[in-house]
């Protein structure tokens, strides 16, 4: 079955650190895997696009990381601010009969505290 | 334009009655979508189109639920007789292209909140 898994499902954290977000999936076959943000009231903004053979991908402060092996992905964001808070939502696509056919995470939650 | 723009941002109903909401794609997007948002981030799809002609339907619940785009026109998804259960947040998105370069590119709308009552 397709499952895209998120983790933690909600996340507080201070100004100005780190935090990772995990992304674990059973899409198969895999063609690529996005992060979206979605602010409150918002639709979902893309962050950084992984096909197969990308390890590694930054968006300013925002970087996602890919094992197709082990088929996890991360979100890793640098010294946090307050407009970071938000949902980020792992979004796994697969192509199939035609067309890519993506399967949505729950997401991870971020509020970041002053 | 360089967005997706939905109407309207807010919509109640009573139980029964029609609702309708619009989606205007990004200017040259040959692709829409609709996605119903129930839960928090737990997005579901509905139907795709591709210009005017539904391109994947899967999702549609078929009794009470049509969507249309038609040329020169907002896409338009319309449900029937609206059920408490229908209360969720309606997304559109379009994309240029179903395989392009970057795999499935697409740019969200900000959304419909329909409320049944």
């Known amino acids: 079955k397709n499952q895209v898994e998120q983790s933690p499902q909600s996340l507080i954290i201070l100004e100005g650190k780190n935090c990772t977000l995990q992304?674990?999936?059973?899409?198969?076959?895999?063609?690529?895997l996005r992060w979206y943000k979605q602010d409150t009231g918002r639709g979902p903004v893309s962050l950084t696009i992984?096909?197969?053979?990308?390890n590694t991908k930054s968006n300013g402060r925002y970087t996602a990381t890919l094992d197709a092996d082990t088929k996890q992905s991360s979100l890793h964001i640098t010294a946090s601010q307050l407009s970071d808070s938000a949902s980020y939502i792992c979004?796994?696509?697969?192509?199939?009969?035609?067309?890519?056919?993506?399967?949505f995470g729950r997401g991870t939650s971020l509020i970041v505290h002053p | 334009g360089e967005e997706v723009a939905q109407t309207p941002k807010h919509l109640v109903r009573g139980e029964g009655q029609k609702a309708k909401l619009y989606c205007a794609p990004i200017?040259?997007?040959?692709?829409v979508f609709w996605y119903q948002q129930v839960l928090k981030n737990e997005f579901k799809f509905l139907i795709s189109?591709?210009?005017?002609?539904?391109?994947?339907e899967t999702g549609m619940p078929k009794e009470r639920f049509s969507a249309k785009c038609l040329p020169n026109s907002p896409c338009s998804l319309e449900i029937q007789a609206t059920k408490l259960e229908d209360s969720a947040v309606y997304f559109c998105?379009?994309?240029?292209?179903?395989?392009?370069?970057?795999?499935?590119?697409?740019?969200f709308g900000s959304g419909t909140r329909l409320t049944v009552v």
């Open positions: 998105a379009s994309s240029q292209a179903l395989r392009s370069a970057e795999g499935y590119g697409y740019t």
């Open positions: 992304c674990n999936y059973t899409v198969s076959p895999f063609s690529n």
């Open positions: 992984m096909t197969f053979s990308e």
């Open positions: 979004v796994v696509s697969r192509w199939a009969g035609g067309s890519y056919i993506p399967t």
């Open positions: 200017k040259g997007h040959s692709y």
């Open positions: 189109f591709q210009n005017e002609n539904v391109f994947d």
